[in-house]
Each structure stands twice: as structure tokens, then as C-alpha cells.
């Protein structure tokens, strides 16, 4: 175990060999080992420690190029056409700019998390003390960090020990940012491995943050069944003073909270949140209330409802200060990372601050001080709401049918949408009067705005359409389970088997956020459907409020409908974008707690069982940030493929097997140390599908692995056949590939599929004890 080391100075010693004065002592880390497990070969790997086995998954999964531009613009020498096979002035290829641009993304993702682990860290630390012990689960979780135990080797009791593993984080990133500098890396498949690095080291970092404050702010600690939060604009009681609070950096807000409870105001002050910082605040407190994901920022503060806005870090537009200023709203920014131009009021007097916010002589300050920013925040509120009355940048109904007739019908707006939605249709009928097509648009509309600077018109397109669904927006009213944490290792025992042999179909974790092709309903639509066949559904961030914001006939959401238990069946928010780490942790866990495979800085053996034999998938439908690309990334290394919706392709590179190439599927079986045809499972690792009925059949077919029993792959055949057969029509054209003995044949599909096994005359095969890594040969199978 490390402990944190110690500096101290001695004015004067005295001994027979000499004087000294003015001594200064500097003591490390102190290495003091705790664990019984040897250490694996591999602890505080390297950017290259870990390049064999990315170079065998990278064999089977080619990367398929998908440029923005013809050009590479990051150097003076530039721009460079780099069409065909031509090479920039510094001698890069198409295909290596293309992977060090998903490189860079991916670094600027594991940085945020990083840099927002190290302020949690510090935080908490500050609070509660680098000897606080370590729990995300009681005597439920013995296992409690398998990223860092798996990537590190270093087994963390308390708060402290955490504090090298960030250290090893941070270096790493800076590593692998000097690799995108002009001139170094030239190899695609080089800068893909370490975009594989940058994934597992952003894992490590997200682990971190959500241990540390899972530890020592007394969130949820791997309780399957947390309480319902409020979920909607609708839940808001706007008769109080309200406050919004967006980000990922859950500190400022948790100081509100604290405030308003040792004040005695808690029930006359609604705090509300934006994003992972209300996903976080909800696990701190049940008088929280979350409005929705990030593309709600707009819709909420133009509706005029919050009477002050705090922001942190993190997927904060960044014209918020705008956006406020134009509802009389004062706002507060509370991160170094996230200063909006505004002047730095930390050291300032509380009652100043309040002061010239009440009286509208500042419309924000800077306060870096989270105390302070709990008391200002909550008595500016108190103060300001009755003068407010909740002004709002909304039209009236005349006003909307004013600003409509403006409209030229150029199309620029609908050029400007991503999703290509009909806006100027919709606003030449409001122009007439019928608000049913601008009404319409609002679920679908995404929230990012870009039709509004492309409208020649300067017509507020967006707030014409959140108008127009008034009514819809203030009564939305839904719930989401609490985010619970990590998956306690009994639950990993009751499943590790059938997920392993295949019985439990697959784990499907819908994370990321919310730049949906059609809307949030789609992402609920599909933890209902995955969770009805008894996959195991794990939600976390923007897509764990979507997968809440759709109530069936009965009116109920998807959290209401299934439990929240690790089990075929249940549906699982983990929490915020951090606890994203507790899903690749649960695969993790798997292998270690159920297959007994050492977990200690193995990171290969791991890895490699968990591709070949844990069927799990990540799907991030609404792909965003950086920080999504890097959450895949860390996906990828651990052999995990991962579906992204149709905006995916702007990360500017898939990870695309062929089930054609018989070459490309052979394995290692361990029980013969024979090389054996494993089948093209998963088929892929990075996949874009273009619509949501295209996906569920994707990552139904994803959760296949080489080592499913023939009972296993039985199930998983029969769900992916019956949704191609419901969703796109007729039987899939590749079962023929997937099918290895008469075994695998679901008997209540048997006669047509014998018949299309008969018609690509297909011949039985084995079932392997499958590996990749030949030196696992003699391993016992479990």
C-alpha cells in the first residue's frame, strides 16, 4: 500500500561526525504490502506495454476511415491535402491523421475526467481526511477498485492511496499528447494502440472520482435497489426560489445543499440540476431534483424558470452567461477550468457578493470557494426570486406568430440541424397560426441552437419551438433510480456463470449523452425491449435520465418497471459519466471473482477473457463529447465492442471485423493449443448504426462470444433472429456464421433455419475453449 510521503525540516542537529543546520528531510512514498495476490506482469503499464494485445485485436478489427476533410491543419506547415495516397510536409498518411485526431479526442476526454478526479479528490480529502477508509459497498464489495487493482496492481484502503494512482493517470495523459505532436507518431495502427490506452487510463481515472466520492460524501454504496429521484421541468415547484445547477463536479452543489439544510431551508428553495452534477447531487440528497441531460440547457433556463445558475465543469454550454443575462438570472461559476470571462469574487465578503447580485449590479462572479458558493447562491435566491417572477425569454403565443412570419424559407435552419428536422415547415405553419409542427420538433430537438445564428431572419428558433410545447414541457413529470454505484460481488457471483456460458444473453450498458438521431424516447424504448428479453441493462449519465423519460400505458418509466438489481432483467444506473467505471469494473469482476483469474496488473489475461466469454456491449446512441470517445476507448481495450447512433461517425473512424474472412476468426483453444475457427464474434468493436431498429439487432448479435454453450448461443440466436425478423424483415442472412453445431439451432426456429444452413451448405464445427493469448494453453477453463 503507498502512503503519501513527508517532508520536514531539522534548524540545527548535532553528531560526532558533524554539524548541521537548516537540514531539510524529504521521505517518499512508503511502500507497505497488503495483499496477499502476487503482483501480474504487467502493473503501471506503458504506452507500449499493453501494444500486443491491442495489435491482436486491431488485426481482427480494422480501423474504416471516415474523414471530416481532405486536410490535416494542425501544424503551420499546413494545410496539407492528404487525398489518395498522398502524405502531409511532415510525411503523415490519411490514415494516421485520421486515428492521431481520434487520439487527441480521446486525450482531451481522459483529461477532463483525470483533472475533475484530481479537484474531487483533493476535495473530499480537504473534508474528510486522506485516512478515510475506502468504501463503495460495506462487506458487500470486496473488490473494491478492479480498474486500478487490473491496470496498477495497487490494492487502495483509503482516500490517500488514491492519490498515486491519479499521479500514474496524469502522466500517462501527458504522454500520450506528446505522441500527437508533429513529427512523432506516424503509424496509424501505433496511434490506434494508444487511443486503446487512453480509453483504459480514462477508466482508471473515472474509478477514482467515483470512489472518492462515493466514500466520503455518503452516496449510494452498491445498493441495487436506490430510491426514485424526480425527473422533469414538470417535478418543479416554481413557486419557490429555484436553483439550477449544471455540470459534472458534484462539490459546489452539494455546498447548496449543505447550506439550505443547516439554515432550516431546504423545503423553500428547489435546487434542480443539468447533467452529471444533478445525477450526483440526487445521491447526496433526496431533496434534489434533476431536469434533464445536457441538451435540456437551453430549453430550461430560456423557460425563465431558475432564479440563479450555478455552473461547473464539463458539458456547460458556453454561452450560459448569455443565456442568463437574457432572463435576469445571476450566475456563479465555480471551477479554474470554467471561468466565463467573469471576475474572481472568492475572497470577497459574502454579504458583497449577494449585494450586487440582488441589486442586478453584476450578472456573475467567479467563486472558487464551494462554502461560499452554497451561501451566496442560496441567499441570492431567497432575495431575488420575488423581483424575478420568473421573467422568461420565451414568445408569448402573438409574439411567436410575429417572429414566424419572418421567415423566408431559405432552409438554412434545416441545413444547420443535425438531425435534419423540418424546422422551416414547421415555422411557415406557426406563421398561420397551427403550433402542432413546431410542437412536434421539441422531442426530437436536441437542444444545440445551430438553427437560430443560421437563420437570416434572427428569428429565436429554438424558443419558438420550447413555446410552442409550453404546456407538454411544464408537465413533464418522470423518475430515475438513483445512480447505486459499483455491482456488489455477490450479484457478480449469482451471474458471472450465466453470463459467461450464455443463459443471461448479455449485459448492455447505455451510456454517453444525448445527440440523438430521433429523440430520448428511443433510448428508453431500448433498456425496455433488452431488459423484457432478460439481458442485464446498465444506464449511466445523460442516457440514464433518457432511459426515464418515457412512461408506457400504464404510466410507468423503465425504472419503475424493473428492478435495479445486477440480474437478467434488471435495469442499472450506475450514476453520473464517472460511474461508468463500475460497468467495465463489473466485466472485470467477472473474470476475477467468478473465474478466479488473477486480477493484480494482468490486464491481458483479463482483457482477453472478458472478450472471448463475457457478452457484453456498450451503446453510447447519443454520442457527444470527448469524454464519450474516450469512455469507448477504454471499452475497446477490454475487447468490449460498443454501438454509437449515426452522429457517431464524426469521431472519424470505425472498428470493423469481416465475417467474410475466415482468417480473421481463428483463436486459440486452450484445452489443445490448436489454432480453431472461433466465428466472427463479436463481429465488430466500434460500430455506427444508422437508425435504433438497426442497432438492437446490432447489439443483439454483438453479445455472442466463442466461448457461449450451445444452450447459450441458443438464446442468443433467438433474440437476435426474432428482432431482425420484427425490426428489419426475415431471417438474418449471416446465421449460417453464428450456428457451430445442430446444438446452437433455437428449437422453436429449427425448420427454418436447418433450411438456410442447407442453402449456404453449412458444415458443424466446434466449440473452442477460446483465447487469443496462446500462453493461456494451460489455464483450467472455467
Known amino acids: ?141 470486496e473488490v473494491e477498485a478492479p480498474i486500478t487493482r487490473l491496470v496498477t496492481g495497487i490494492k487502495p484502503e483509503t482516500l490517500g492511496d488514491l492519490e498515486p494512482v491519479l499521479d500514474y493517470c496524469e502522466n500517462q495523459v501527458t504522454q500520450l499528447l506528446a505522441v500527437t505532436h508533429t513529427g512523432q507518431e506516424g503509424n496509424n495502427l501505433d496511434f490506434e494502440s494508444k487511443i486503446f490506452h487512453a480509453g483504459m487510463i480514462d477508466h482508471l481515472g473515472m474509478e477514482v472520482a467515483d470512489i472518492a466520492q462515493v466514500s466520503a460524501l455518503g452516496f449510494p454504496r452498491a445498493e441495487p435497489e436506490t430510491p426514485l429521484a424526480d425527473l422533469g421541468l414538470g417535478t418543479v415547484d416554481t ?57 435540456w440547457q437551453l430549453r430550461y433556463i430560456r423557460s425563465g424558470v431558475p432564479d440563479v445558475i450555478v455552473v ?30 467573469l471576475p474572481d469574487r472568492t475572497a470577497d465578503p459574502v454579504d458583497d457578493i449577494v449585494e450586487g447580485f440582488v441589486n442586478g449590479s453584476v450578472p456573475g ?94 428569428i429565436p428558433i429554438h424558443s419558438l419551438i420550447v413555446a410552442a410545447a409550453d404546456r407538454k414541457t411544464r408537465e413533464e413529470s418522470y423518475c430515475i433510480r438513483t445512480g447505486r454505484g459499483a455491482i456488489q460481488d455477490v450479484e457478480i457471483r449469482k451471474v458471472g456463470g450465466p453470463i459467461v456460458l450464455g443463459e443471461i444473453p448479455g449485459v448492455v450498458a447505455f451510456v454517453g449523452c444525448a445527440n440523438y438521431p430521433k429523440g430520448s424516447r428511443e433510448v428508453a424504448e431500448m433498456c425496455m425491449e433488452f431488459a423484457r428479453r432478460r439481458y442485464i441493462v446498465c444506464t449511466s449519465g445523460c442516457s440514464a435520465m433518457s432511459a426515464g423519460m418515457y412512461r408506457n400505458e400504464d404510466g410507468k418509466t423503465a425504472y419503475e418497471q424493473y428492478p435495479g438489481g445486477f440480474e437478467a432483467g434488471g435495469i442499472v444506473n450506475v450514476g453520473s459519466c464517472v460511474s461508468n467505471a463500475h460497468i467495465a469494473g463489473a466485466a472485470i469482476k467477472i473474470a476475477s471473482i467468478f473465474a478466479k483469474r488473477p486480477l493484480r496488473g494482468n490486464y491481458e489475461e483479463i482483457a482477453d477473457y472478458v472478450h472471448n466469454r463475457v457478452g457484453a456491449v456498450g451503446v453510447a446512441w447519443g454520442a457527444m463529447s470527448q469524454k464519450a470517445a474516450a469512455i469507448a476507448a477504454g471499452f475497446w481495450r477490454l475487447g468490449i465492442p460498443v454501438v454509437v447512433g449515426p452522429h457517431g461517425t464524426k469521431y472519424r473512424r470505425m472498428l470493423l471485423g469481416r465475417a467474410d474472412k475466415d482468417a480473421d476468426w481463428f483463436v486459440t483453444d486452450a484445452r489443445t493449443g490448436e489454432s480453431v475457427y472461433g466465428g466472427p464474434v463479436p463481429e465488430h468493436l466500434f460500430f455506427a448504426a444508422e437508425t435504433k431498429e438497426e442497432a438492437m439487432v446490432m447489439i443483439a448479435k454483438l453479445t455472442m462470444r466463442p466461448n457461449d454453450t450451445s444452450k447459450g448461443r441458443a438464446n442468443k440466436l433467438a433474440n437476435y433472429i426474432d428482432l431482425h425478423k420484427r425490426l428489419v424483415g426475415g431471417i438474418p442472412p449471416d446465421v449460417f456464421r453464428l450456428v457451430r453445431t445442430q446444438a446452437d439451432i433455437p428449437l422453436t426456429m429449427k425448420d427454418e433455419i436447418v433450411m438456410h444452413l442447407d442453402e449456404h451448405g453449412w458444415k458443424e464445427g466446434t466449440i473452442p475453449d477460446p483465447t487469443l493469448l496462446p500462453r493461456m494453453i494451460h489455464k483450467k477453463k472455467v
Open 1 to 141: 500500500m503507498n502512503k503519501k510521503g513527508v517532508h520536514f525540516r531539522i534548524k540545527e542537529i548535532t553528531s560526532d561526525l558533524a554539524q548541521f543546520r537548516d537540514l531539510s528531510i524529504t521521505i517518499g512514498a512508503i511502500n507497505q504490502e497488503r495483499w496477499d495476490e502476487p503482483m501480474g506482469p504487467t502493473p503501471f503499464p506503458s504506452l507500449t506495454t499493453l501494444r500486443p494485445w491491442d495489435q491482436k485485436l486491431l488485426s481482427r478489427y480494422k480501423p474504416f476511415y471516415l474523414p471530416f476533410c481532405d486536410l490535416c491543419c494542425l501544424c503551420t506547415y499546413g494545410k496539407c491535402d492528404l487525398t489518395g495516397t498522398k502524405r502531409g510536409a511532415c510525411g503523415i498518411s490519411m490514415p494516421a491523421q485520421q486515428s492521431r485526431t481520434v487520439l487527441i479526442t480521446a486525450c482531451i476526454g481522459a483529461a477532463t475526467h483525470i483533472s475533475h478526479s484530481r479537484e474531487l479528490l483533493t476535495y473530499v480529502i480537504e473534508r474528510a481526511g486522506r485516512d478515510c477508509p475506502i468504501n463503495v459497498g460495506g462487506v458487500g464489495v
Open 312 to 341: 461547473d465543469e464539463q458539458c456547460v454550454r458556453t454561452d450560459t452567461l448569455q443565456e442568463a443575462a437574457h432572463i435576469r438570472t445571476p450566475l456563479i461559476a465555480t471551477s479554474e477550468k470554467n471561468c466565463l470571462g
Open 365 to 458: 462572479a467567479l467563486i472558487l470557494d464551494t462554502k461560499k458558493v452554497g451561501e451566496v447562491a442560496a441567499r441570492v435566491a431567497a432575495a431575488i426570486a420575488p423581483k424575478r417572477k420568473k421573467h422568461s425569454a420565451l414568445p408569448t403565443s402573438h409574439q411567436l406568430a410575429e417572429w414566424a412570419k419572418k421567415c423566408t424559407q431559405c432552409m438554412l435552419c434545416r441545413r444547420a440541424c443535425p438531425n435534419d428536422l423540418p424546422v422551416a415547415q414547421a415555422v411557415k405553419a406557426a406563421a398561420g397560426g397551427n403550433l402542432s409542427l413546431l410542437d412536434e420538433l421539441y422531442d426530437d430537438c436536441l437542444g444545440c441552437g445551430r438553427c437560430e445564428p443560421a437563420c437570416t431572419q434572427k
Open 239 to 295: 413557486s419557490k426560489p429555484v436553483i439550477l445547477v449544471i455540470g459534472h463536479n458534484v462539490p459546489p452543489a452539494a455546498a447548496i445543499i449543505d447550506y439550505l439544510r443547516d439554515n432550516g431551508m431546504s423545503s423553500s428553495v428547489e435546487v434542480t440540476g443539468i447533467c452529471c452534477t444533478a445525477l450526483d447531487l440526487t445521491r447526496y440528497s433526496d431533496k434534489a431534483k434533476i431536469i434533464g441531460p445536457i441538451s
